[in-house]
């Protein structure tokens, strides 16, 4: 029994690191309409600038969090802007060769400039542990938790009661009527591109103290991404952190009751079953909930 | 019934017809062009020359076969290594276990990935776009982890090495030429199954599902059904490559058999040199590989990544700039410049239509028979109890204020939607009725449908859309346009059959739905509102032409909106609103109904006249 709320626990901490991911993911999803298979690659930039910022500087990737995220805001505005803009109009396979296209330039370009090694930040101080009841936790794992939740109640925040959350909404909901109600459709798109890989920006800077980034680490995490974000209906943010939540517990369980290695393997057939049965995930979030 | 009776059977035909070919210039500087792949690194005597071709012809194998899915079908795989990977290993573990030559045993490779890519294809060819990519990409990570995983079975991530006999029996070689021979047979092989299907009838269905999949189950394609040939057929391609490879390199590992980087990078070499072409995935190969192996060449391991982050780069530059790729953007002039060589210039000549599918039956008796069709949407019933019977021979005219669920009644009678309770009866080809369960097989029966919206295949031909409903009778290609044609003639489209489709008016496009239906030889053609929007020397034109086509035995349907044309053409009128049938009659009779009247100009109106 205790090893099993421990394991769900840990879940659960797992959990709010996928979620602010998929958040992030599912934002672009959303709103652009375009599958950002290059979200993972802004993670690992994310983690390479708070590594550099924390190993040259001395920074605390907490403290790190700040300009990492407006520099991930600048990168996702700009990829919007320069290479997602211009193939709006194009064939969906076109869409997709950019991002895919972009992400493999940005694997290797780590590749080029940092090498192969893994490099790390020493943080003691989140990666102290916290024990209550009987269970622990890790601090920074905590400050994630606390991070997911406050980051989906901001945008929630956000999207309801300020005009720009409704000009998002209103073009999530139909490009075409936003568009002649006046809303600039391209400037919502750049914000929205900005502000989904702002929270891989937060997420970056949140994950250095616990796993070293090497540059293939983006594709680790983003494919876990994408199954949270279908199991969450794609198109919700509500819906991608209980999936992440519920990604998380499964990550969590079957590695300690089927095996390690296994682990994804059991959230893939996860993610081909929603796809092949519910595309709409698994709460019926999928249409209109923005 | 089909061309047969036509074409003279004359024996040297075909040969004559090869040789003749070979003068075609298209064909021989292919054919030069591809030896040059022999013959540069038997010049220059260099194990890395060699190397390098060794690699040309393997990934331009790869993406070829991957062309098959992802450039004909449109269906975007980026996992489909897991072919290549499970060839390899097969094949290594049966020689491994059994001593069995990698000649025989990749053909356990080959059966072992199509069942494989039934399994994959079947349920994730629903997906749209971007998810059956990420679809691939998951199968394709399971794969790998399990293989990873069963460390007894592939040696886990430590690896397996291929046992090193010699000879061609064990396709281990020691003079390097013979890997070349081997994976220039195997580019070949598959170019010349690309080849193949690009002209024939499985290619242009292909371009018809992955253009528009409606429009194509109307001309009797199942849809799902090509796309597993696709895939099918890539899967075993891809698979006898990942077998020789693994020979080649003589060592399996995960992450380089399952890898999803290579996935990724056999399909950006198609689309680099032209998505669903034939050559494009060679030429996109040739001039990317040699840049990437050189420059690992000359700058080493500090050049790690270096290939990667110009791949990449080449990648997105070329979606910004040459969305069509090389092939799709050069090819018909680099084509024009080939045509003025010696020998070039041929046309298609296009030879007798084949002989129409006979229309047998009694004049006058039921064809088409639907009862109390009821079809909701959620809280909407779009047709509430609508029961009719189309007779043989009759033109049923069906009107109704808009929304009264017509077309929806349309979609129930031609298969495209299922009706929520209530059948409908069709008569087969041996007279009984039968109740098809599927839009394309209701085509195949003989029921062909327009559609209100147009839905032209835009990147194809008139011509060749018009062909793509003629293959449901005639499969093979000549005959397909011959019979075309004859459809094209008979709407007036003779003139601009080689103009893509996409360049139409809307009249245009109207005639080009009946000529695509037409030329699936239906006994029953349901027409949805073909002179809507149209002038006024095009709507006589139509109704001349839906007359001529009942003459032919063609029993006919029509939505239509404009009264003078449909109420002079119909032997019947049908009249719906809210999804019931209100009125039945012959013209005369349906027009002075009161109930009629009421629906369209409401009942004050029928009031205030007296009626």
């Avoid at chain 1, 991002?99 to 003691?124: H, R």
């Avoid at chain 1, 109600?181 to 929205?192: A, E, F, P, W």
């Avoid at chain 2, 528009?212 to 109307?218: G, N, T």
Wanted: aromatic share 8%.
């Amino acid at each position: 029994m205790d090893v099993l709320v421990q394991l769900l626990l840990n879940g659960i901490l797992l959990g709010s690191m996928y979620a602010i991911i998929s958040v992030g993911l599912t934002l672009i999803f959303g709103i652009v309409r375009v599958v950002n298979f290059a979200h993972g690659e802004f993670l690992m930039v994310g983690m390479y600038a708070t590594y550099l910022l924390g190993a040259h500087l001395g920074l605390n990737p907490y403290v790190s969090a700040v300009p990492v995220i407006v520099l991930l805001f600048v990168l996702g505005a700009m990829v919007q802007r320069f290479i997602i803009q211009p193939l709006l109009g194009a064939d969906e396979h076109i869409q997709i060769f950019a991002t895919v296209g972009l992400s493999t330039a940005l694997i290797n370009l780590a590749l080029l400039v940092f090498g192969a090694d893994l490099y790390s930040l020493t943080v003691p101080s989140a990666r102290q542990a916290v024990s209550a009841g009987g269970y622990t936790m890790l601090v920074g794992q905590l400050v994630m938790l606390a991070c997911a939740i406050a980051l989906v109640g901001g945008l929630h925040f956000f999207m309801q009661t300020t005009a720009l959350g409704r000009a998002i909404r209103a073009t999530a909901q139909n490009r075409n009527a936003a568009l002649l109600m006046g809303v600039k459709v391209d400037r919502v798109y750049v914000i929205t591109f900005g502000l989904g890989a702002a929270c891989v920006g937060l997420a970056s800077a949140l994950v250095i103290p616990l796993y070293p980034v090497t540059p293939t680490i983006g594709t680790y995490f983003v494919l876990t991404a994408f199954v949270v974000v279908v199991l969450g209906g794609m198109r919700s943010i509500y819906g991608a952190f209980v999936g992440a939540m519920i990604i998380g517990i499964v990550d969590s369980l079957s590695g300690y009751y089927i095996a390690p290695d296994l682990k994804e393997v059991v959230y893939f057939a996860i993610f081909i079953l929603i796809l092949i049965f519910k595309p709409t995930g698994l709460f019926g979030f999928g249409r209109g909930t923005e | 019934m089909t061309a047969k009776t036509i074409v003279p059977a004359v024996p040297n035909q075909r040969h004559a017809g090869f040789l003749a070919r070979l003068t075609n210039p298209r064909v021989y500087c292919s054919l030069i062009a591809l030896s040059l792949i022999l013959i540069v690194p038997g010049v220059i005597d260099s194990p890395f020359v060699m190397h390098v071709f060794v690699t040309i012809c393997i990934f331009a194998a790869l993406s070829t076969a991957w062309n098959i899915v992802g450039g004909y079908a449109g269906q975007l795989s980026l996992g489909h290594m897991v072919f290549y990977g499970v060839g390899g290993y097969t094949t290594a573990l049966l020689i491994q276990h059994f001593s069995l030559s990698p000649w025989i045993g990749m053909w356990g490779g080959v059966a072992l990935s199509v069942i494989l890519s039934v399994a994959i294809g079947y349920p994730c060819f629903r997906l749209r776009g971007p998810f059956f990519s990420l679809a691939t990409i998951a199968f394709l990570e399971v794969v790998r982890l399990l293989s990873i995983h069963f460390t007894g079975v592939t040696g886990g991530a430590a690896g397996l090495i291929v046992p090193l006999n010699l000879g061609w029996a064990w396709m281990i070689f020691e003079n390097k030429f013979n890997y070349l021979y081997i994976a220039f047979g195997l580019l070949l092989l598959t170019l010349l199954v690309s080849w193949g299907i690009r002209n024939s009838r499985l290619g242009y269905y292909l371009t018809a599902v992955r253009e528009r999949e409606d429009a194509a189950l109307a001309a009797g394609v199942n849809n799902t059904g090509v796309k597993l040939k696709a895939v099918v057929i890539s899967a075993a391609l891809t698979s006898l490559v990942g077998s020789f490879h693994a020979m080649y390199m003589t060592f399996l590992e995960p992450a380089t058999m399952f890898s999803l980087a290579t996935s990724i990078e056999i399909a950006m070499f198609a689309l680099i040199g032209g998505l669903g072409t034939v050559m494009g995935p060679l030429l996109g190969t040739v001039l990317v590989v040699p840049l990437a192996e050189l420059a690992r060449g000359w700058l080493g391991a500090s050049a790690n990544g270096l290939h990667g982050f110009v791949y990449g780069t080449v990648l997105v530059i070329i979606t910004l700039t040459l969305p069509g790729g090389l092939v799709g953007t050069f090819g018909p002039r680099f084509t024009k410049w080939i045509d003025r060589l010696p020998g070039g210039g041929r046309l298609h000549d296009t030879g007798q239509a084949p002989a129409q599918r006979a229309i047998v039956g009694e004049v006058g008796k039921p064809i088409l028979e639907a009862k109390n069709l009821v079809m909701k949407f959620g809280g909407l019933t779009a047709t509430d109890n609508v029961s009719i019977t189309l007779n043989r021979g009759e033109i049923l005219g069906i009107i109704g204020p808009n929304g009264a669920g017509k077309t929806t009644l349309f979609s129930q009678i031609s298969g495209f939607l299922t009706p929520t309770s209530g059948t409908v009866g069709l008569v087969g080809p041996d007279g009984a009725m039968t109740s098809p369960s599927s839009a394309d097989e209701f085509a195949r029966l003989g029921v062909g449908r327009t559609f209100q919206i147009v839905q032209p295949f835009g990147k194809l031909t008139v011509l060749e859309n018009i062909m793509i409903g003629a293959f449901m009778r005639h499969p093979k290609v000549e005959d397909a346009r011959a019979a075309a044609l004859r459809a094209a003639r008979l709407v007036d489209l003779e003139d601009i059959k080689d103009v893509e489709a996409r360049n139409l008016p809307i009249g245009g496009l109207k005639r080009l739905e009946v000529a695509r239906t037409l030329a699936t030889e239906p006994s029953i053609l349901l027409l949805d509102e073909v002179m809507a929007g149209q002038s006024q020397s095009d709507t006589q034109r139509m109704v001349n032409l839906i007359r001529a086509i009942r003459d032919t035995g063609v029993t006919i349907i029509a939505i239509e909106h404009n009264m003078q044309a449909i109420m002079s053409l119909s032997d019947r009128i049908v009249v719906i609103d809210s999804g019931r049938v209100i009125a039945e009659g012959n013209p005369q009779e349906v027009v002075k109904s009161r109930r009629v009247i009421e629906a369209y100009l409401g009942e004050d109106f029928v009031d205030a006249q007296g009626l």
